[in-house]
């Protein structure tokens, strides 16, 4: 059995945002998005998905599961009237971190430092950083074998971008990228970071709000790391904190982990497993075949591989056979 999952991040109206460089989908091209998914597939609910893998239903042809990642407010403003309009439901995947303490987590904090920056400026100014700090309380390659390694372009961002956000986001020791991405942001972002990230993100009260609304909400870790590189016991701490914040959510037997970043090893898929996952959520990108996949690891299409972005969705399901 067939299923197209299709992952959104902000669904937001970028030119009347703080940023409108920052990438995401536009409100009003999600609208018609969603009305081309709902033509040509069969939006599924979640809970169908997870009875499908415990052999308890059949999809239909052509279905289709909503995800979103990240917990963004635009998820509550723009997409769930679109969503409810259109009597669809979407997965939420929501870090911890974001509605429980009210921080900005390291992701976002990069992406607005990206989107308020030149990369070429960014990319020179973390190299001169990069120069500054190694050796003096940190080490880590030089820039020559760091850049062969790591400014290598993708089919979204430059070598440059990818770059500065490999570094920021992986790389460097935590510490160090902690320091460097506060530095950046401070910079660049005129904003504080407490605000920005009340700005950003939903509120509990508004995930209860779209739970009632049918919606569906899963795990998405606390600090939103990437899990798949954290020594066992500062993954397996992680997902805890995001289990008992998420607690009044999610069903503890039967919830669904989106790893951050696509990013998990063996370990991970154990732990996750063993404390009642019934689903995963991963980055690659592919059809899911229920039949064959994972439960753990399902792929997912990116939403600029739809119309009225892109056709690609067509060369992808093909190249599944
Ligand atoms: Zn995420």
Redesign the pocket.
């Known amino acids: 059995m067939k299923l197209t999952i299709v992952m959104y ?1 902000y669904t937001r109206d970028l030119t009347h945002s703080r940023y409108p460089a920052i990438k995401g989908l536009d409100a009003e091209l999600f609208r018609e998005q969603i009305a081309f998914l709902k033509e040509h597939f069969t939006v599924v609910t979640m809970e169908e998905v997870l009875d499908c893998l415990e052999g308890r239903y059949e999809l239909p042809e052509h279905a289709l599961l909503l995800t979103f ?2 917990g963004y407010i635009d998820n509550y403003t723009l997409a769930l009237p679109v969503l409810e309009e259109n009597r669809l439901q979407g997965s939420f ?1 929501i ?1 911890g971190k974001t509605f429980a303490e009210h921080k900005l987590l390291d ?1 976002n904090k990069l992406h607005y430092t990206l989107a308020a920056a030149e990369p070429e400026i960014l990319y020179r100014e973390l190299l001169a950083k990069l120069d500054y700090y190694r050796g003096r309380e940190f080490d880590f390659p030089s820039n020559e074998e760091l850049i062969a390694q790591y400014a290598v372009p993708n089919r979204f961002d430059t070598g440059e971008t990818i770059f500065v956000k490999r570094m920021l986001q992986t790389v460097l020791p935590e510490r160090l990228r902690k320091r460097i991405s506060s530095e950046l942001f401070a910079e660049y972002v005129n904003v504080s970071e407490e605000q920005l990230a009340y700005e950003l993100y939903m509120s509990e009260e508004q995930i209860r709000l779209m739970k009632r609304h049918g919606m569906f909400i899963g795990v ?1 870790g606390y600090d ?1 790391y990437w899990l798949g590189n954290l020594p066992d016991d500062q993954m397996r701490e992680d997902i805890q904190r995001a289990l008992t914040v998420m607690d009044e959510f999610i069903d503890r037997k039967r919830w669904v982990m989106n790893y ?2 696509g990013s998990y090893n063996d370990g991970v898929l154990k732990y996750v497993g063993s404390e009642g996952a019934a689903a995963g959520l991963i980055t690659k990108v592919a059809v899911a075949d229920l039949d064959t996949c994972a439960p753990l690891e399902l792929p997912r299409l990116d939403c600029n591989d739809f119309p009225p972005k892109s056709e690609n969705y067509k060369n992808i399901s093909r190249s599944e056979g």
């Open positions: 991040h990642d990240d995947f870090p992701v998405h939103h951050p970043y």
